[in-house]
């Protein structure tokens, strides 16, 4: 599973329209989130950093939930954007959440214990754990 990282509004407008999960690398405007769901009408999850969640408005939060598309908090640790554009989740920790699942681990354990140990958000693994567990 990989996560598109963008660092600036300019490269909004030149993503593959087919992206699924984008984390925003800057403090994005109404104006920036609405161009993303314009370009990238798949898009299911949008991250930010808790910095820059404090500052969205309602009335985006709003337009994503009517979208359906989720609004997390979280950041893409170690990642170095002029190496690569995307940010990989490892299968490692996919087949873990499967695993667990499997086990009959409830959802928050499962969220606690792979958020601790892979450095991902509560609300990232939970939104794995729905994809991946659903697919």
Not at 21 to 41: M, Q, Y
Not at 83 to 99: D, F, H, L, M, Q
């Amino acid at each position: 599973m990989k996560i598109r990282v963008v660092s600036s509004r300019e490269e909004i407008f030149t993503l593959n329209p087919n992206e699924r999960i984008v984390h925003l690398a800057f403090r994005p405007s109404n104006k920036d989130i609405f161009g993303l769901v314009e370009t990238c009408p798949k898009v299911e999850v949008i991250q930010l950093p808790k910095s820059y969640m404090r500052t969205v408005s309602k009335s985006i939060e709003m337009f994503l939930q009517m979208q359906r598309i989720q609004l997390i908090e979280g950041d893409v640790w170690g990642h170095r954007k002029d190496i690569n554009e995307y940010y990989s989740i490892s299968p490692s920790i996919i087949e873990k959440i499967k695993e667990m699942k499997i086990e009959g681990k409830s959802t928050e354990e499962i969220e606690k214990r792979v958020s601790r140990e892979s450095k991902l958000n509560f609300e990232m693994v939970a939104y794995i754990l729905n994809k991946e567990t659903s697919a």
